[in-house]
């Protein structure tokens, strides 16, 4: 079992980059696949980014290839979402989500987070 935790969300201008973490309970957070995922409002949720157990595998909605960057530590049982040159339609609640292989399909991950806000004006 897995609890996640996101922080990192907030308000900034279209062009601006956060940085959003999910921090991991449990010893076996090195073991688990993780993605990120956003869901803006009246929309369902989508893929945005995953990450193998290892961090040497890594891929991307289309949407946000070479603006986003996944990234994790499993020593501090953490990973990241490094967002640059924001836009609008990236305003959304961001989720982290653990599943032990890594999936772009929000309905095969088994555990999430609650989600941070992430607000980009334009």
């Known amino acids: 079992q897995v609890q996640l935790v996101e922080s990192g969300g907030g308000l900034v201008q279209a062009g601006g980059s956060l940085r959003l973490s999910c921090a991991a309970s449990?010893?076996?957070?090195?073991?688990?696949?993780m993605g990120w995922f956003r869901q803006a409002p009246g929309k369902e949720r989508e893929f945005v980014a995953a990450?193998?157990?290892?961090?040497?595998?890594?891929s991307y909605a289309d949407s946000v290839k070479g603006r986003f960057a996944i990234s994790r530590d499993n020593a501090k049982n953490t990973v990241y979402l490094r967002m640059n040159s924001l836009k609008p339609e990236d305003t959304a609640v961001y989720y982290c989500?653990?599943?032990?292989?890594?999936?772009?399909?929000?309905?095969?991950?088994?555990?999430w987070g609650q989600g941070t806000q992430v607000t980009v004006s334009s």
């Open positions: 989500a653990a599943r032990d292989r890594a999936y772009s399909d929000p309905s095969r991950y088994d555990h």
């Open positions: 449990g010893r076996t957070f090195s073991s688990y696949a």
């Open positions: 990450i193998s157990w290892s961090g040497g595998i890594t």
